[in-house]
């Protein structure tokens, strides 16, 4: 009997008791069909070749286990960053449970999103219908400040106009007249995730630049940041406020779900919590610059914002020291304010961590993984510990991600057997990792099954993080980032090191 | 359990009246046949008292999913020794990636497949001049990537049915160019209004594109059965497959947790089905009861009242050696249970429970809550039909509070009102529930835990709701310093 109250077994220890083993010999043997053992090793054995790899790298028409989502994700997760704002999709339901599923299982967190459902009829006639119901009903039940809306590929493969149909709606009364609606054109068969994200913040900043009232520009001294698509954004907002904060920077933070995918646990269920408010967004053009933290999550954005004469700036995640340094003085430059003694003292105490630990860093090699302006950062921050970056992919990284890493890559000694992999799958890293393997993979949970095939150790570092609890809510941005960054990286070596040896299982490292 | 007690109608019934009162009136119109109570006429007819299966209500968070997921999530997906195709967009296959936990033996990449992400990751080009020569050629790609797999499905997102794709004449092509067993499955997510469609497709394409495809070489005995609609979830198919072993059938087909395509193929040469899942797999059921004269018989692995039943149930179906056996089974696990029972039915009698889950689980748990002392107050299900309520009716009480295709709004009221001591649902109802002060389970996926299913698996489930509501963080919720 394997089972017992006194302990119980779940699945973890339950499928090792021999009664399960002896099940699945049994069930294998007579029942599966399976290729035999032999054939098995073989063709695992082969994948691990230069031969396989080529082969790999020849596909054309495959993606496997690709590490980028859909444009809606990031549009959504857009639109949840705003003051009492409902994000909803127009098209097919199944994708708003799958963008709800995903945000809350990295988050930890509810993620309200309403669909409008549109199936066969609405394939056929449009879904016209479904936007006049679904606004009336999303703003009747769920009383939003803002509807935010953006769409599936069924409704942008069947050619539906969001601003007809949104002014249709307003003009049956689905919603006041004067109520804010936003929306954007999120085709999932374009870009990635971060394509969604920069869509969706740059139609919520049209909406009130531009649709609501034609604003013209009033520059004044604040200064608008925006964040990008960020899986540790709850953590990292927080950080980057308390840096403009400490420097007495007047700022809006365009899109921050700090609160909303970070709500107590005290009793009540907080649907919208936080946000920028819609005050703040109608009022971003009168900034005088606006930063974009992430690049590649804003290159629409940041040239709607050019249009109206701000100076802009952006950068590819400020993690890292010199990334942060950059941050700072273009902040400081752009508003005036100096930047405090109290900073410097945290940057020179991650310098002093990095110095303190650098010699178990110096020359390791790593593959990195995830978004294009993660996997710089990322890359950045390993050079400048003297690691080196074996092999930096995004599968979302285009011409431009890919001549911004080799560029980086050549800044430095530690880069010079980097490579820079644009457009390639997980599939494809871990041809790489067999061939040319690294010391470590820093990426997402789906870095998993690189690990386990490889034994390569992963780190997870960025979006999503299903697998692991709470990392994102602590930030990675800024020199405190940059140190948790740093100890999550030294946690693994010394685990590898103390696991690799009986001789030299030293108590001191 | 006693369907004699019942539960609070009256106060069920306001709280319909409740959160109807904020739909606008049309949509009001539509959600109010979708609640009720459970009641039974002096005639002793029950009823649920809802309509199912119709298309939710626009803009009113509906918790339903599509069809792929419906054939790519649940039916197709587990199938270890094919490749599965998310053909479309990167999406659909994205966020489905891993997330079914639908266990398996076998090496990932190698002759196993089911915890990868393959796509055709449409880009605009695709749409504009069709996909088919794509997929032509990444069938080819994955045959070279992985020649020991055993065939591959084409599991259609929704631009494919939009753009007038020919996935069928590809896979025609394919399936001599490459000699394996190639599926197109029409399973797009506009189809339908729920996952529910997408069973009932992946059910046609299993009939129409791999039985009798090939002739599988086959000894059979007169105590073979199918183990139908077990997804395996946390290993769940396991228990029971040991359950029915024990009592001397000989399992020839796992359908679909852990299964290979020769699992599948051989399906029609079984003595009985055995259905778990009604909902997902009633279609093929019907099929070879029809097509092959095989008879089916529905089953409940969910605690140890139905377990028993449902053993007794299924050795009715055979000679007497096997009924002794099945009788030889119980007994051999009543120590087990009485074990379970003594350790967690008294943390847990007389909890309230409220469920909502998918197309079986709203009904087929609720007998595992009793035996182990708790009510359920009220249930529903996403994507049920007609015959799931009627069905619902033998196992709840009445006054029993049903809700179909709930919305977010409703369920949240519901929960607030009720202030059940657990409720069991899915990811996205997860965390809103549980910051209101509500334990919850999430009952798709065991919440990471699991199996549920056989005896071993109740002592899981015991443990797991104990763990739930007893944990000593519900009692830190409110700061001191607040007054109560």
Known sequence: MPQSAAKVKDHISLFQEPEYKELFASKKAQFECRPTDEAVEAQSEYTKTWEYREKNFAREAATINPAKACQPLGAVFAAAGFEGTLPYVHGSQGCVAYFRSHLARHFKEAVPIVADSMTEDAAVFGGLTNIVEGLQNAYALYKPKMIVVSTTCMAEVIGDDLSAFIATAKEKESVPADFPVPFAHTPSFVGSHTTGYDNQIKGILQYFWEREAQLTAKPGSKINIIPGFDGYAVANNREIKRYLDTMGVEYTLIGDVSEVYDTPSDGEYRMYDGGTTIAEARDSINAKATISLQEFCSLKTMELVASKGQQTAAFNYPMGIGATDAFLMKVSELTGKAIPGSIEKERGRLVDAITDSQAWLHGKKFAVFGDPDFTLAMTAFLLEMGCEPTHVLATNGGKDWEAKAKALLASSPFGAEGQVWAGKDLWHLRSLLFTEPTDFIIGSSYGKYLEKDTGIPLIRLTFPIFDRHHHHRFPTFGYQGALRVLVEILDRVFEVADASSDISYDLTR | ?484
């Open chain 2, 1 to 484: 359990m006693s369907l004699d007690e019942t539960n609070d109608a009256a106060f069920h019934e306001g709280l319909i009246k409740e959160v109807l009162e904020q739909y606008p009136e049309k949509a009001a119109k539509k959600r109010g046949r979708h609640l009720n109570v459970k009641k039974t006429d002096d005639a002793g007819s029950s009823t649920c008292g809802v309509k199912s299966n119709i298309k939710s209500v626009p803009g009113v968070m509906t918790i339903r999913g599509c069809a792929y997921a419906g054939s790519k999530g649940v039916v197709w997906g587990p199938i270890k020794d094919m490749v599965h195709i998310s053909h479309g967009p990167v999406g659909c296959g994205q966020y489905s990636w891993s997330q079914r936990r639908n266990y398996f033996n076998g090496t990932v990449g190698i002759d196993s497949f089911v915890t990868m992400q393959i796509t055709s990751d449409f880009q605009e080009k695709d749409i504009v001049f069709g996909g088919d020569k794509k997929l032509d050629k990444m069938i080819d790609e994955l045959n070279e990537m992985f020649p020991l797999n055993k065939g591959i499905s084409v599991q259609s997102e929704c631009p494919i049915g939009l753009i007038g794709d020919d996935i069928e004449a590809v896979a025609k092509k394919k399936i001599k160019d490459i000699g394996k067993t190639v599926v197109p499955v029409r399973c797009e997510g506009f189809r339908g209004v729920s996952q529910s469609l997408g069973h009932h497709i992946a059910n046609d394409a299993i009939r129409d594109w791999v039985f009798e495809k090939s002739k599988p070489e086959w000894e059979t005995g007169p105590y073979d059965v199918n183990l139908i609609a077990d997804y395996n979830i946390g290993g769940d198919a396991w228990p029971s497959r040991r359950l029915l072993e024990e009592m001397g059938l000989r399992v020839v087909g796992m359908w679909s947790g852990d299964a290979t395509l020769a699992e599948m193929e051989r399906a029609p040469k079984a003595k009985l089905n055995l259905i778990h899942c009604y909902r997902s797999m009633n279609y093929i059921c019907r099929h070879m009861e029809e097509k092959y004269n095989i008879p089916w018989v529905e089953y409940n692995f969910f605690g140890p009242s139905q377990i028993a039943k449902s053993l007794r149930k299924i050795a009715a179906q055979f000679d007497e050696t096997i009924q002794k056996k099945a009788e030889e089974v119980i007994a051999k696990y009543e120590p087990l249970v009485a074990e379970i029972m003594a350790k967690f039915k008294p943390r847990l009698e007389g909890k309230k429970v409220m469920l909502y889950v998918g197309g079986l689980r709203p009904r087929h748990v609720s007998n595992a809550y009793d035996d182990l002392g708790m009510n359920i107050v009220g249930t529903g299900y996403e994507f049920g039909h007609n015959d799931d309520y009627q069905r619902t009716t033998d196992y709840v009480k009445d006054g029993t509070l049903i809700y179909d295709d709930v919305s977010g709004y409703e369920l949240e009221k519901f929960i607030e009102k009720i202030r059940p001591d657990l409720v069991g649902s899915g990811i996205k109802e997860k965390y809103a529930t549980q910051k209101m002060g509500v334990p919850f389970r999430q009952m798709h996926s065991w919440d990471y835990s699991g199996p549920y299913h056989g005896y071993d698996g109740f002592a899981i489930f015991a443990r797991d709701m104990d763990m739930a509501i007893n944990s000593p963080i519900w009692s830190k919720f409110k700061a001191p310093w607040k007054a109560a």
